[in-house]
């Protein structure tokens, strides 16, 4: 069927209004599992179900409403302290807040899926008291005209649903007569943009991910005042785009050549800085605090723990930290796994724990802060830390390194292992990811966002896993160099210093060539042969190197020339070309030439 303007408005309202509800609904309920007094927050949490509930039934949708009337009743003999929660209770409000989401990511995603709601809703019933009723359910909105003109069109947001339903709060229980009209509403129906309705499916169980993938990011709230800054910016820009308009007049009109040079000299610092600004507050708009990724762990967390057994503590330090919206969307799976890492194979049981004198309750703490021009996030655990010769023990055994290799390596270079395919310290496999379970692919992700994964340890004491992200994807500082009358583009982040050196101090120690720099010995790479540039300057006896770092890994990369820093818009070589190795994409220089973004992080990976 078709739904009109007035339809697609009332949904798109409860969708926007339910998904914000529903994100925030994780968090505050394992806080309220650690502070069951907060009388504040249960009834947030109470809200947050009865708002749910009270749209979901002006709407039409029943499956929604029976779940969450359920779990309102619940949580409302919790308020008035008739029940005392406890983990188990907790348990079942989460799996029934999982199944609320399901059924939403249902209707986000236009599915008429029955789902099978006995399950949940039968863990449901012995908490609740005697006399809890079933939900009045009206005529959905998206009904056949003739029906849903009696329906009135009022917004679904929490008085009005309720009142629109006939409902009160469960504290004022309906008579028992309301049962049957529940069954006799229609079922949950999700809109579809074509005019043939789509098959019923087969009732399914409702995933266990309980709809995670709710959020919707193809939006972004943004305060007006960044709204006004930027209008602002954008009104200084026209002012400056008049100016040059009547410059370039004023030129073909015979205006004095060095008059116009000076004239325009001044208007190319205002354009500048008049960019500057606007592309900082565009840049603002896009950002988002980390708190989005980061309010999904409280939950993962006490779900690990409650599986394996061990008593852990989650701290979360600076999820204000705001970064862009594209890297937001990115980091989320490499945290998850890091997280479960540590819970599964960093922490004790609380037994072990004891034993070795620590306090039975580990602790996991999550932090964000911004350093420069990046963010660095932490997931930091007080377990029992990475034994460095069980990791090279395990990396032998699977034939990943020789012994030679591991002869040769430092303490840092073992821990790295850790990052190889294949890699894993587990002796079973479980559903849980043991440490260096699909590490390889975590440090794959952090490295497609141009950032850097590093490992702290102490033996005993814990271990940290400290990522270096990026604030934006979009525009980064470069340098420019010219390779034998080529320019490149190095990300400036990854700069360490430039020097101009003879080629007689270059040296070859087992097939590499290498510079003595100060107290260390530095390895070359030519971009030249690297990048199969052809030779053009070959009588000149010095060139520069540009010595880039990626942790604590160095090399040096001989250019011919340094060309000075500039800003650069980065810009997708598709998806042909999106794998080429050392090359992280391209820009477009002020002369219209195209020049290639070096990846140093590819470069250092593969002359290590």
């Given amino acids: 069927m078709a739904i009109d303007c007035e339809d697609q408005e009332l949904l798109d309202g409860f969708l926007a209004e339910t998904t914000e509800l529903l994100e925030k609904l994780d968090d505050d309920l394992i806080s309220l599992e650690k502070s069951p007094e907060d009388a504040d927050l249960m009834n947030r949490i109470f809200r947050s179900i009865h708002t749910v509930k009270g749209a979901s039934s002006f709407l039409g949708f029943d499956m929604l409403v029976k779940v969450t009337h359920k779990t309102e009743d619940v949580l409302n003999r919790l308020r008035k302290v008739e029940l005392t929660l406890t983990p188990e209770i907790m348990d079942v409000i989460l799996e029934a807040v999982d199944l609320v989401k399901t059924l939403v990511a249902d209707i986000k995603g236009g599915d008429i899926i029955e789902r099978d709601l006995e399950g949940t809703i039968a863990k449901l019933i012995p908490y609740l008291s005697e006399n809890a009723v079933e939900a009045t ?55 579809s943009p074509q005019p043939k309705p789509q098959p019923v499916k087969e009732p399914q169980k409702a995933p266990a991910k309980g709809g995670e993938d709710l959020a ?38 015979g205006l004095n050549p060095a008059e116009f040079g000076d004239d325009f000299g001044k208007l190319s610092k205002r354009l500048n800085f008049v960019t500057s600004e606007l592309q900082m507050q565009v840049l603002k708009m896009r950002m988002l605090p980390v708190e989005k990724v980061f309010k999904k762990f409280p939950r993962i967390v006490r779900n690990l723990a409650r599986d394996l057994g061990k008593e852990v503590d989650l701290v979360i330090y600076g999820e204000e930290t705001e970064l862009d919206r594209s890297v937001v969307d990115e980091i989320g799976d490499p945290l998850i796994h890091l997280i479960r890492n540590a819970l599964d194979h960093g922490l004790e049981t609380p037994e072990q724990r004891l034993a070795a004198g620590k306090d039975r309750t580990g602790t996991v703490v999550l932090s964000a802060a911004h350093e420069g021009n990046q963010i660095v996030i932490s997931i930091k655990d007080d377990g029992r830390g990475i034994d460095p010769d069980r990791i090279a023990r395990k990396a032998l055994d699977k034939g990943l ?72 994807l979009a525009i980064i500082q470069s340098l420019l160099v010219e390779v034998e009358k080529e320019v490149y583009s190095i990300p400036l982040a990854s700069v360490i210093e430039t020097m101009r050196v003879s080629k007689k101090e270059f040296h070859m120690i087992g097939g590499q060539e290498v510079l003595k720099l100060r107290d260390s010995v530095l390895p070359l790479l030519r971009l030249q042969r690297t990048f199969g540039c052809h030779e053009v300057y070959t009588d000149r006896d010095t060139c520069y190197v540009v010595i880039v770092g990626v942790a604590e890994k160095r090399i040096g990369l001989i250019v011919t020339r340094l060309l000075g820093q500039q800003e650069v818009a980065i810009k997708s070589l598709g998806k042909f070309l999106s794998n080429l190795p050392g090359i992280g994409g391209s820009t477009i220089m002020g002369d219209g030439r195209v020049a290639l973004i070096v990846d140093p992080i590819g470069l250092v990976g593969g002359a290590a």
Avoid: C, W
């Fill in 137 to 191: 359910v009206l005529a959905p909105v998206f009904a056949p005209k003739e029906e849903k003109e009696a329906a009135p069109p009022a917004a679904p947001t929490e008085p009005a649903a309720s009142q629109q339903a006939g409902e009160a709060a469960p504290a004022e229980p309906q008579p028992a007569k309301a049962e049957p009209k529940a069954e006799s509403a229609p079922k949950q129906v999700a809109p």
């Fill in 216 to 253: 919707d990011n193809s939006t972004v709230r943004v305060d007006v005042k960044r709204l006004d800054d930027l209008m602002n910016q954008v009104g200084e820009l026209v002012l400056e785009r008049n100016r040059m308009i009547q410059l370039h007049s004023d030129y073909q009109t």
């Fill in 401 to 472: 390194v020789t012994d030679d290799q591991v002869a040769a390596m430092g303490t840092r270079e073992i821990l790295d292992l850790i990052f190889l395919p294949g890699f894993s310290t587990k002796e079973q496999t479980t559903d849980l990811s043991g440490r260096g379970v699909g590490m390889d692919v975590v440090r794959t992700n952090i490295r497609k966002l141009n950032g850097i994964i590093e490992i702290k340890n102490e033996l005993g004491h814990g271990s940290e896993f400290i990522l270096k992200l990026p604030l934006t």
